[in-house]
């Protein structure tokens, strides 16, 4: 298999591609990946070949897979509107390049995996949602809705587009509890709000497993089409060539156990609370992330028989190796 990953150096597209790598040495396939880049300079394992945004516009390479995962992260900064715009460009600017590379090309990838997240879904409070659940408009889900609508346009080309809707990852080398790790290991960590927000997360070796699940369900599928009765895997889309994907544990948590659990396996106490109106005022808009929660459930995966190595958050983090 030849891939091609944007955001391939990031904390998801370097797990993916070191975890793809062992699977095919293991089974002595061929495979060949691919980091697009802005730095022709940046510093890169040497059997992963590097490629510019400028090299890709004269390419004439062809990639089985092309997975997209370019983007600023979302809580990094509060959102301002010069932040919006950021978050925005840093997803649409490298699809747009990707579409273009597809349109060109001779031999079409079969499979145009696009990231996405679960605040597609908006605000819901602590409703189950699926795949085939609507949404409710807020900055989040316009960011998501702009960058799938866009991704879907590969499908002009004859390319089917899995969109993945990620949620919270658990890994203590990135995302979210990287951050957390510092105060909670301090002894001042504790829930936000009243803490009975709803977390959708998923281990970073599940969020991995999941996607070459996806990638592999459809390279061996050559019509791109799925068997309804046996894989649901296809929700909300009129087009067939478009199949939608929420990468989360089966077993979403509130905020208050999600604290309580990493004060266990930390073996710190979480007694502090940051109250909603102090988050509000430190984060802004952006505090709707803490504050408002999500249940979202990964209906898709499980439909199409996909098993989670992590069913709950406590053996997510029994997992991990941290540094003290």
């Known amino acids: 298999m030849n891939i091609l990953i944007s955001g391939g150096s990031g904390f998801l597209g370097s797990a993916f591609s070191y975890e793809l790598q062992r699977r095919y040495q293991e089974m002595s396939k061929d495979l060949q990946i691919t980091w697009l880049t ?17 090299e890709l516009a004269s390419s004439d390479t062809n990639f089985d897979v092309i997975l997209n995962l370019a983007g600023a992260g979302i809580a990094d900064a509060r959102w301002s509107d010069a932040r919006k715009a950021q978050l925005l460009a840093s997803r649409m600017k490298p699809t747009e390049s990707l579409l273009s590379f597809i349109a060109r090309s001779s031999v079409k990838p079969q499979l145009l995996v696009s990231g996405s997240a679960i605040g597609w879904y908006g605000n819901q409070g602590d409703k189950p949602l699926t795949e085939s659940s609507g949404f409710q408009a807020d900055f989040a889900h316009q960011l998501c809705d702009d960058w799938e609508k866009l991704a879907r346009q590969a499908t002009e080309s004859g390319v089917a587009v899995a969109l993945v809707r990620t949620g919270v990852v658990i890994h203590p080398t990135g995302g979210m509890l990287s951050k957390l790790l510092t105060p909670f290991k301090m002894g001042v960590g504790g829930q936000l709000g009243n803490g009975q927000q709803i977390m959708s997360w998923i281990s970073r070796d599940d969020w991995v497993s999941a996607v070459i699940f996806i990638i592999e369900q459809h390279l061996n599928d050559t019509t791109h089409h799925i068997n309804e009765d046996t894989q649901a895997a296809r929700h909300t889309t009129s087009n067939k060539d478009v199949t939608i994907y929420n990468l989360t544990a089966p077993n979403p948590v509130t905020n208050h156990i999600f604290t ?6 930390l073996h ?24 408002d929660g999500q249940k979202v459930l990964p209906q898709a995966l499980l439909d199409a028989g996909f098993e989670f190595k992590h069913q709950t958050l406590k053996e997510a983090l029994e997992q991990q190796v941290i540094k003290e």
């Open 38 to 54: 802005r730095d022709s300079n940046q510093a890169h394992p040497s059997d992963i070949t590097m490629m510019t945004y400028d």
């Open 260 to 265: 309580k659990t990493l004060g266990a396996w």
């Open 268 to 291: 710190r106490p979480t007694f502090f609370t940051l109250p909603e109106f102090l988050l509000k005022l430190m984060f802004g808009e952006m505090s709707t992330l803490l504050i």
